[in-house]
């Protein structure tokens, strides 16, 4: 009796020193998490002014439809705001139209729930493009000046992902009341797979 008990000691370690480091080892091959999400922001220079502004995507693969909302939030904005422009980096190639922009306001989602727009703000809405250069801009002219209060804000656009991958970065500025001239609001950096 002593000896079985002793055997089965023996084959119960060696079952455990080689048998569950193996399947330790094999379980990251059965489960590929190709979607791993990175919480990291990279930035060129930091003490260049840049401002980090909040946006939302829904699809960050290349040629896939997207919509992505770039917020304006309470603390972003100083005062009333006349005029929002949107400036689109160079290697964003993709078709705007004006129908498939808009502004509105927005509750901006977390964990449990989405981001959605409650209501829409009436404005008109251009895009303008620099053939030299081949910049392009998204302006937008609210009907009544967007108030300096709690409620946040989003410019939402609708677009095909551009055929590239990479790192994206959309400056807005705006025209404050009783100013003439846009100033920097901040920055939005979209990651594309």
């Known amino acids: 009796m002593l000896k ?20 330790l080892i094999s379980t990251p091959f059965f489960y590929s998490n190709q979607h ?8 060129w220079d930091q003490n260049s002014g840049y401002r980090r502004l909040k946006w939302h995507q829904k699809e960050n693969k290349k040629r896939f439809k997207n919509k992505i909302y770039f917020f304006l939030r309470p603390i972003d904005r100083n005062a009333e705001l006349l005029k929002i422009t949107l400036a689109i980096p160079k290697p964003f ?20 729930e989405r981001t959605k727009c409650l209501e829409d703000i009436p404005a008109d809405i251009e ?38 991958s990479g790192l994206f970065q959309f400056h807005l500025y705006g025209q404050l009341k009783g100013n003439t001239v846009s100033s920097y609001l901040g920055s939005s950096t979209i990651v594309l797979n």
Not at 4 to 23: C, D, E, G, M, W
Not at 93 to 112: A, N, Y
């Open 36 to 43: 791993a999400k990175a919480g990291i922001e990279f930035q």
């Open 4 to 23: 079985s008990t002793k055997k089965f000691t023996l084959n119960s370690k060696f079952f455990r020193f080689f048998l569950i480091p193996t399947i």
């Open 127 to 164: 895009i303008n493009t620099d053939e030299s250069s081949s910049l392009r801009s998204i302006n937008i002219y609210p009907y009544k000046p967007i108030p300096n209060n709690k409620e946040s804000y989003a410019i939402v656009l609708k677009a095909n992902n551009p055929n590239k």
């Open 93 to 112: 190639k993709t078709t705007l139209k004006t129908e498939k922009i808009s502004f509105c306001k927005v509750k901006i989602g977390g964990f449990e």
